[in-house]
């Protein structure tokens, strides 16, 4: 399999990581979506919304959505519940991670790290971004108060998609000091085995 | 079992409009987004994320994000694929539906339609709605130009998730007579056993 990703992404990390654990050999092909590579005719035909992560099979056939990616490789295993409303939940965290989490904790990260959206650190949005990203941390540590892991007591997909980006809030300017819980939780996803770092080294 | 939920809302209406085909009995609890009824602690109770829709089972338990409602209330059904690929395809567009889609073509619809949002209304803000919501729209146009529905030629929730918005994005200013494949694909969607509308009468 062929994994378009860029290095630098939390999106891209999910499949990588899930991966690693699952020991599952692939081919990452660096593909930026910061250099105008995710616009070209070309990566457009494997995905039409023009964005990382994206698996080739080895069939040919495209799947985009980094938690859709996660759902995939994840069939079968022991990071997807076969019970159905375990399950539920598992997609309930993909969702609320993509609409309530990312679009704070994760742009917030990319509007101070990337000097091309210098223009985009307004006070305005430093505060909506810090607003929202705090209230979804405020979610997760309610949840992870109550269990070790966002689904009950084995971790999920759920978990590794919302690490991606949580491990790394304070290159958003996030402090994870407020929400214990959820400091004690990265700690716990890093000791699950076959962890690997989001970048090397 | 019941739904909290509010009428005029699409991701409310996701879940209603597959109980309603599936034929499953549920009693709809009216709960606005719009009056702080979200936001007090006894619904924080139910979803702490405070949003809805919110599914409650029989047995009392909770499950919330529209779209993990959708997977779980379709398991079992023609609405969810058994096959492993077409099933990621799913996931997939629901994915991009929160992520892509709705942002923009859901946001822009609420900040015309709702009073207390009149603010929001400013040229930034709606030039950037319109153009998400076109970019979205567009990479529907190129699916549907492909295939009669979002994954193949069976609806699936998919479809019932993208139409929650899309049949509405004339309220948020969209022209939909630029999209002569998703406008098709709504007429189809609409012409699928069981339909019934967003708001009675």
Chains 1, 2 share one sequence.
Do not use: C
């Amino acid at each position: 399999m062929k994994l378009y990703g860029m290095s630098d992404s939390g999106n891209s990390y999910k499949p990588r990581l899930l991966m690693a654990k699952l020991g599952i050999p692939f081919e990452h092909v660096e593909t930026s979506s910061r250099d105008g590579t995710t616009r070209k005719p070309e990566f457009l035909a494997r995905n039409p919304n023009g964005r990382v992560p994206v698996l080739e099979l080895d069939d040919g056939r495209f799947i985009w959505e980094s938690n859709a990616i996660l759902l995939y490789l994840a069939e079968g295993t022991r990071f997807l519940p076969t019970d159905r409303y375990q399950r539920a939940l598992v997609h309930q965290w993909l969702f609320f991670e993509q609409y309530s989490h990312e679009p704070y904790v994760a742009v917030r990260r990319a509007i101070l790290r990337y000097p091309e959206r210098a223009a985009q650190r307004t006070p305005e949005r430093m505060a909506a971004t810090l607003e929202g990203g705090n209230k979804a941390l405020g979610v997760m540590e309610r949840q992870l108060a109550e269990t070790p892991f966002l689904v009950g007591s084995a971790l999920t997909v759920a978990d590794i998609s919302l690490y991606a980006y949580t491990h790394d809030a304070h290159n958003g300017g996030f402090d994870l000091g407020a929400f214990p819980a959820v400091s004690a939780w990265l700690a716990r996803v890093e000791g699950d085995a076959g962890h690997v770092p989001m970048l090397p080294g």
